[in-house]
Structures are given as structure tokens and as C-alpha cells.
């Protein structure tokens, strides 16, 4: 199966290049140059951000905001645009079959050659070449190293620079993105200020000012000033590989309130602000006070439940029961979430694919879905043994009434959405304890493996976030680490999602996952229920920010483009 796999690639990629070779200066979202320089020169842009980088470095994915300011001081192999059109950046151009610079073998391996730019350079003016991209790879793995996104790293064999500006990659296996390699993944260190540190002094290398105020960084914009507390400073780096940035300097400003960043945005005293710092709430008090400016709602991360599949000795019984989750399911009114809570300003959910991949059309003829219908949930719980009562509870034929607790986030709109779904799940007979995650439970995998009931979670959505297989389930063995939490298994899904992220033909992606989503829609165990809407605000004559390819990417991936009309 692996050689038919194999086979698919070679006719996809020979047929169709993974991208076109790159131009002087690549294409961004708009189709215009990156770095068209305005006429004028430009105003500083104040962004409102409610958290501080403990590190710059990529790899070490330290806080919510942390692939922000990798988008202001790295740079990376190729991007993708929001449409997910792949893109050379530190690349000249990206690697195909047809130039025999992507090489896939019977065995599952692969080979890509990357030619870097010959003008890159670091923020210190030294060009960036492939030994950084090698000496990266050797931190990234390295057990001793605080590095967490290193995914992409971990599916290579072996790093070598043929020359300064020839990276050679071999893969362990056919992987989907091996050439095109986009943030946050992969990013080059400046081998010749940290190498000797690295190799003689680790304790000094993991925790040294290099990776936050004396960060030498190779994106578009370099630290000129930073406040702890109050802001960072970026100027504009010359030597940046895709052209000087059209502002010269970016203002990072420190609020930690939502409301006082809306306060903010009314005074003028800063220009942009994300999801990552307001809410939905915020949005919508900007529009009533009649801000000038533009309130935006991108679509962020699905919202889904899950159901406990494993007994840890707490386990509500009832949700080992298929009919008893397709009720539940059927008793969600997604639609009336979606108006009463966000305005219409979202969208329904039914199976874990984006609406803007090419077989969704396809995935979403064939998954089972369960639409709301209050009278077949009903009729599901009767089946199951579980009959509505005059007192409004579903019981069964021992007078125990059923109940499904509920752990969910923490957010004043997640909140409301699950409470939503409570009062939804009592019209049925169903009473549901909603507990709200603490801060400390957040990161308490152990716990969050181990609720009784239901979990209404959130994920990014793609197809590297597909967490429920069994290489990933959470256990003492693993520290709790794994995604797949609820410990749910299925053959098709552990058989096909593989190959999946294997599989670069569409067509030939496409059956896969109509086979693999429609398997998992007819458990009813993981449950997509709707998207949540993403607030973005930004000041009247900003022209640059743009939704990116994922919910969880760099808010400001394209901040090389932003600039003030003139």
C-alpha cells in the first residue's frame, strides 16, 4: 500500500509542481510584491497585545503570542498564503520531482534540495546559509533543549548543507509538506554567534538574552527596544530576504485587559488588536461606540465534544452508549448558538476537515451528521432505555436519571456556549454539571484525560491537529502529553489518516478522507459542533491584515506587507 502511496506522489508532483519558481520578490496575499514601498513615509503601527514572549526562538512555542513575534523576526523555508498556496521564502524556490530536487523512493523515503537566496542575511547583516539550517536541526532534537514544535524535525532523518546555500533534507517517510516547510516549523539559528555557546556552555545557551532582547533573528523586522511590561519595539531589517518592510517600525504594546485595549483603540493610542487579546464582546462594543476603524470576524478554531472512552474508575456509563451520544448530538441547536451568541458571525461544524480544503464538497456528502432534532434524540434515548419522565429527567428502568457532566473551557464566551448546550441537553431530560477549567488545569494533562463525561474543547484545525489515534493518547507513560485524551481509537482512522498526510494528489486525498471522516462521524465520540469567530480590529488606512492559513497561525503572517494608505 505504501508503493501505491508512493506512486501517487510521484504523478501528483510531476505533473503539477508544488509551487512556481519564485520571482525576485514573491507574490503576497494580494498577488503584489511583498514590499512594495509606499511614497511616503509611514507612521508607526501600535499593536495591542495581552502577551510578552518569553522567547523568540520558534521552537520553543513559549505562550499563546509566541508564533506572532516568530512572524516579526524569523524567517522560514517557504509560506503559504490563505488560499494554502505554497510560497519560497528563505527558499529561492521550492523543491519539485520534476527538477529532481524532491526525491521519493519505494521505501516510503524522501529527499529534498533547498537553494536559499544568496541576499538573506540575519539581522546583524551576516548571511543566513545552510550550516544554520543544520545547526537548528541539531538544537531542535536536542533532549537538553526546552524545544517543543519540532513535529517536522522529528519525521527527518538527516540534515546536510551541500554548500552555504544548498540544504539537503532525507525524510523518515513520505510526508505532505516536506517541500514547502512553513511556519512555525523549521526555522534556521544564527550558527555563527551561538554555536561555540552550544557546544561549551549549554546552561548559558538555554537561558541567555540571545533568545529574548539580544535576539540576532532572520525576519523582517529586528528588536530596537524592549520594555518588560510595556512593549518591544521593531525596526524594519534591510537585509530581510523577501525586501525591506513597507513600515519601518512595528510597536508591540503590552495590555493585559481586553477593555482597556479597546479603550486603546478608541483613543488612538494603538491601531490593532486580535483575538489573541479581545473577544468577540469587544468587537461588538467597538462597533456600538462607533469606532471608525474595521471590525473583523476571521474564523478561528472548532469547537467539538468528545466523550470519554476510557473508565478511570469515574466514568458516566451512559456515554459508552452510541444512541445515547448521537442524542446528545442531536440535541445541540448549532444554529441557535451561532445567532444568539455570535450573531450569525460563525458558521456550523459537522466532521474535522476546513471548509476551504479541496474535498470538503465531497466529505460532506458522505459523513453522517447529526442535525438538530429534539424528537429523534428522544426517540434514541427511549432505545437506550432512558425514558423522559413528568418531571422533565430521562430515566432508566431503575429510576436512575441521566446525567452528563460537561468539562469545558474557560472563556466568558465558552461560558455561554456551553451553557447553551446544557439548557439544549435538558430539553431532552439530560442534566449536565458544566465545570470550567482553571488555569491550572489547563495544563494538567492528567486531569484533562480524566473528566467522567463529556469535554467541550477546542482544537486547531488541520490535518497534523488530527489527535485522536493511538500514537497520541495521553497516559503516565507519556506525562499526559498526548492529544488524544479520551483514549478513542479507529481502525479506518489509524489505517488511513497516515496517508493522509502521505498523500499529495487531491483526488487521491480526497477518498481517503471521505473513507476516514466518514468512519468517524458514525461513532459519535468526537463531535465538531461549530467555528468560533476570531475578533480583529484595526485602525481606518491599514492596509495589510488578512486571515492566514489555519486558525492558529501568525495573526500578522503577511506584517511585511502592512502600511498606512497615503
Not at 405 to 420: K, P, T, V, W, Y
Request: glycine share 8%.
Amino acid at each position: 500500500m505504501v508503493r501505491l502511496v508512493i506512486l501517487a506522489l510521484l504523478v501528483a508532483l510531476a505533473a503539477t509542481a508544488c509551487g512556481p519558481a519564485a520571482p525576485n520578490r514573491p507574490e503576497g496575499s494580494g498577488g503584489q510584491s511583498s514590499a512594495a514601498a509606499p511614497s511616503a513615509p509611514q507612521k508607526p503601527i501600535v499593536i495591542a497585545f495581552a502577551t510578552e514572549p518569553t522567547s523568540m526562538e520558534p521552537s520553543f512555542g513559549a505562550g499563546t503570542g509566541n508564533r506572532d513575534f516568530s512572524a516579526l523576526t524569523s524567517a522560514f523555508l517557504a509560506y503559504l498564503t490563505p488560499e494554502q498556496r505554497p510560497m519560497p521564502f528563505l527558499a529561492e524556490e521550492l523543491p519539485t520531482v520534476e527538477k529532481g530536487t524532491w526525491k521519493i523512493f519505494p521505501d516510503g523515503r524522501m529527499e529534498t534540495t533547498y537553494r536559499l537566496r544568496a541576499n538573506a542575511k540575519w539581522h546583524d547583516g551576516a548571511p543566513i546559509n545552510a550550516g544554520d539550517f543544520v545547526f537548528a536541526y541539531q538544537m531542535h532534537l536536542d533532549p537538553a533543549m526546552p524545544t517543543t514544535k519540532i513535529d517536522v524535525d522529528r519525521l527527518m532523518s538527516s540534515v546536510r548543507a551541500i554548500d552555504d546555500r544548498t540544504l539537503f533534507i532525507e525524510w523518515k517517510e513520505p510526508y505532505l509538506w516536506a517541500g514547502m516547510i512553513y511556519p512555525p516549523n523549521f526555522s534556521p539559528l544564527p550558527r555563527h554567534l551561538l554555536e561555540d555557546m552550544y557546544t561549551t556552555n549549554k546552561a548559558a545557551f538555554v537561558d541567555g538574552p540571545h533568545w529574548r532582547e539580544g535576539w540576532v533573528g532572520s525576519g523582517p523586522y529586528r528588536i530596537e527596544n524592549w520594555e518588560p511590561g510595556i512593549g518591544i519595539t521593531f525596526r524594519a531589517h534591510d537585509g530581510f530576504a523577501l525586501g525591506k518592510p513597507a513600515t519601518d517600525l512595528i510597536v508591540m504594546k503590552f495590555i493585559t485587559d481586553p477593555n482597556t485595549i479597546v479603550a486603546n483603540l478608541l483613543a488612538g493610542t494603538a491601531d490593532v488588536a486580535f483575538h489573541s487579546s479581545i473577544a468577540f464582546t469587544q468587537n461588538q462594543a467597538l462597533e456600538q461606540a462607533g469606532w471608525g476603524g474595521t471590525t473583523e470576524y476571521w474564523r478561528g478554531n472548532p469547537r467539538w465534544i468528545e466523550y470519554q472512552q476510557r473508565d478511570w474508575g469515574n466514568i458516566q456509563r451512559a456515554v459508552l452508549d452510541i444512541r445515547v451520544r448521537k442524542a446528545l448530538i442531536h440535541a445541540i441547536d448549532r444554529s441557535a448558538i451561532i445567532e444568539g451568541i455570535y450573531a450569525g458571525r460563525s458558521q456550523v461544524m459537522h466532521f474535522w476537515l476546513s471548509l476551504e480544503d479541496p474535498a470538503y464538497p465531497a466529505v460532506d456528502r458522505a459523513v453522517t451528521k447529526y442535525e438538530y432534532d429534539v424528537s429523534r434524540a428522544e426517540a434514541l434515548l427511549r432505545d437506550a432505555g432512558w425514558i423522559k419522565g413528568a418531571d422533565g429527567l430521562a430515566r432508566n428502568a431503575t429510576g436512575e436519571a441521566l446525567s452528563m457532566s460537561m468539562l469545558n473551557q474557560s472563556g466568558e464566551i465558552d461560558e455561554l456556549e456551553g451553557a447553551a448546550i446544557a439548557n439544549n441537553w435538558k430539553t431532552i431530560g439530560v442534566s449536565s454539571e458544566v465545570q470550567r477549567l482553571s488555569r491550572q488545569q489547563q495544563t494538567d494533562g492528567e486531569f484533562r484525560s480524566k473528566f467522567p463525561g463529556a469535554f467541550f474543547d477546542r482544537r486547531t484545525l488541520g490535518y497534523d491537529t488530527m489527535g485522536w489515534l493511538s500514537t497520541k493518547i495521553a497516559s503516565l507513560e507519556t506525562r499526559w502529553s498526548g492529544d488524544n485524551r479520551i483514549g478513542y481509537t479507529n481502525p479506518v482512522l489509524e489505517r488511513l489518516w497516515p496517508k493522509v498526510l502521505a498523500t499529495i494528489d487531491t483526488k487521491e486525498r480526497e477518498a481517503i478522507l471521505v473513507e476516514t471522516l466518514t468512519a468517524m462521524s458514525a461513532d459519535a465520540v468526537v463531535n465538531p459542533i461549530h467555528f468560533q469567530p476570531r475578533a480583529v480590529a484595526y485602525r481606518s488606512g491599514l492596509i495589510g491584515p488578512q486571515q492566514s492559513w489555519v486558525a492558529e497561525a501568525a495573526l500578522i503572517w503577511n506584517i511585511r506587507e502592512w502600511r498606512w494608505s497615503l
